[in-house]
């Protein structure tokens, strides 16, 4: 097939390096998405978000004509979406797949639908999520058909094909990765392979759309498990008085054994979101992936209450001293590090439930961000390391961002720092 105007919906970490690796391989893109401030920025040839090498690749797309972003879909040959899917309470259960975005592209592009055209679903979402989406395209656009009724005759072709990127390494990662391309039909599947076909020089896979749909979800929950067992290890051994760390790099040295490592939880847009798609259509089977999230979910509280201990152990030996006269530095807000992405993050969750029951002075440091989020942290203050370890009595690392390792760990007051990283403890 020949894509002469791809459009993608969704301009955000994923929709935008798409967009632009696509446009820098001279196609035309159209980038939608609701946020003026990200389509204007856009369309100067400048980045919203952080990531590496990203500006570059905007930039020269820009300048040379084939990217250009707006508000409004426009008609092309190829839709991708890819728009976030949050979670949303339902019935006491907090953790419900909200396909809000999912179905509000849907009918923005409907419009501008013809025959012949591609879509193609990036969002991770549960399984099923794609043929919801293909039901709510047909219901606005009776005159086409879809796949779910004629198959491979339809006028639109519909597949899912999921990211497989990681944050910081975004623009490298959509051209090398292997991409799983689940097509509604077979011939929805070739479609959307001559499209990845474009920029993706791994292995394009191609399968049915639910199983693209639960092989996102399975790699995230494979992960989340063994994250799981790295971070319930730590919790035992703080508990046993063993250095986590020395003792997951000597089981490492079993040739047949590669723990992770532990932190503070388990955050951004995949892992931290995923496993509970899988447990939200089969409650009763995935047991150890719902075990798996809560004990990840409940590694932020295990060190709130680490803080807590710090502080009065400060103020044991400072008699002189209150809760208030004590400063906290909370070392990192990001979910990852060297990024500026705060999404699901336990750092930041962390950081709001300290700044919210902390009387005295509250200290952030995040050398990737410009300013602290709305909300919680509206009594913090984004200062840099140097002014956090001259000032602060407790110390909290959340994010082994590299400004960080390069403190040496002499800085430090031992007593008074809770480390849920291993860089100074390890």
């Known amino acids: 097939m020949n894509f002469n105007t791809i459009s993608v919906i969704g301009l955000g970490y994923i929709g935008l390096p ?8 001279r196609k035309q893109v159209i980038g939608v998405d609701i946020n003026q401030h990200a389509v204007d920025t856009i369309n100067r040839g400048e980045i919203h978000i952080v990531e590496p ?12 004509g084939y990217l250009r972003a707006t508000t409004t879909p426009e008609p092309a040959d190829a839709f991708l979406i890819a728009v976030p899917t949050p979670f949303k309470a339902e019935n006491g259960n907090e953790h419900v797949p909200d396909l809000t975005y999912i179905q509000a592209a849907s009918k923005t592009i409907a419009p501008v639908l013809k025959r012949g055209d591609l879509v193609i679903l990036e969002s991770t979402s549960p399984v099923g999520a794609t043929e919801q989406m293909a039901a709510w395209l047909a219901e606005a656009r009776p005159d086409l058909t879809f796949p779910q009724t004629h198959g491979e005759e339809s006028d639109i072709r519909v597949a899912h094909c999921p990211e497989r990127v990681l944050p910081g390494h975004v623009v490298r990662e959509l051209v090398e990765n292997d991409r799983v391309i689940g097509g509604m039909t077979a011939r929805c599947s070739q479609a959307a392979t001559s499209l990845y076909r474009i920029f993706v020089e791994g292995e394009c896979i191609t399968t049915t759309a639910r199983t693209a749909e639960m092989a996102k979800l399975t790699e995230n929950s494979f992960r989340d498990v063994n994250i799981a067992f790295a971070n319930e290890l730590s919790i035992i051994c703080d508990k046993l008085d063993i250095n986590v760390w020395e003792l997951i790099r000597l089981a490492n040295r079993h040739p047949r054994v590669n723990i992770l490592q532990p932190g503070p939880g388990v955050g951004g847009h995949c892992i931290a979101v995923d496993p509970w798609f899988i447990v939200s259509e089969t409650p009763e089977e995935a047991r150890l992936i719902r075990t798996a999230r809560e004990v990840n979910d409940s590694k932020p509280h295990w060190v709130i209450d680490k803080v807590n201990e710090a502080v009065g152990k400060f103020l044991s030996a400072n008699p002189d001293k209150t809760a208030k006269d004590v400063t906290i530095a909370c070392f990192g807000l990001a979910f990852k590090p060297d990024i500026d992405d705060l999404r699901e993050s336990p750092a930041l969750k962390i950081a709001e439930a300290i700044v919210v029951t902390h009387p005295g002075s509250f200290l952030v440091v995040e050398p ?7 909300g919680k ?8 390391h140097i002014t956090a370890l001259e000032t602060a009595d407790v110390v909290v690392l959340l994010v082994d961002h590299k400004t960080f390792k390069s403190i040496p760990a002499g800085q430090l007051k031992e007593d008074y720092l809770i480390d849920s990283r291993g860089v100074w403890t390890s």
């Open 377 to 384: 942290l509206a009594d913090a203050r984004l200062v840099d």
């Open 18 to 25: 798409t967009a632009a690796v696509i446009a820098s391989r």
């Open 53 to 64: 090498e990203l500006d570059i690749v905007v930039r020269a797309a820009v300048k040379e």
């Open 368 to 374: 990737n961000i410009k300013g602290l989020p709305e």
